[in-house]
């Protein structure tokens, strides 16, 4: 889900569905808002705090009060997957997704041969800590400051004894 979405929510109002508004939900609902997004502990620019959506990251960012945990750029860029897949049944969604992918995806179609190509794992990665967790044996856990996100996709981090910002830094090879 990109940050456009949750800044939707954030700004949402009681309806029909919920006498809550989106921010009071977040709040009520969600234990911890993991973030694949930025490079830590800091970044010039990363598609998913820019992507077009100038001031999304900052409105998302100062406006969620649960914890945030920072899944970055850095994380995922260097543990490539997918090609494994080649050899799994070509009518299973995985298959086919990826397939798709390799094919359509502007930074990698132009290498495509017919065949599923590795890929960073960004969004892996958040996925991972999101239902596995893994502090201590994936990666470690930097808390203690607060992500300041800018307006052109960059980030940094800066000392705040009382943030409930965290990022991960991998700790296996």
Not at 2 to 16: A, E, F, T, V, Y
Not at 100 to 127: C, H, M, R
Request: proline fraction near 3%.
């Amino acid at each position: 889900m990109d940050l456009k979405n949750i800044d939707n929510l954030i700004n949402s109002k009681s309806d029909s569905l919920s006498n809550l508004s989106g921010k009071d939900l977040i709040e009520k609902k969600v234990k911890e808002f993991v973030v694949m997004g930025g490079k830590y502990p800091e970044g010039d620019w990363e598609w998913n705090f820019e992507g077009g959506l100038k001031g999304v990251t900052k409105s998302v960012i100062y406006n969620i009060s649960v914890p945030i945990t920072f899944s970055g750029y850095e994380l995922g860029v260097d543990i490539k997957t997918a090609e494994i897949f080649n050899i799994i049944e070509h009518n299973t969604p995985l298959y086919v997704e990826f397939m798709y992918f390799s094919q359509n995806a502007p930074w990698i179609k132009e290498n495509f041969k017919g065949k599923i190509l590795n890929n960073s794992t960004y969004d892996q990665t958040a996925v991972l800590y999101s239902v596995r967790n893994g502090i201590g044996l994936y990666w470690d856990k930097v808390s203690g400051e607060i992500c300041i996100p800018d307006e052109i996709g960059g980030n940094k981090w800066i000392k705040n004894n009382k943030s409930n910002h965290s990022y991960l830094v991998l700790k296996m090879d």
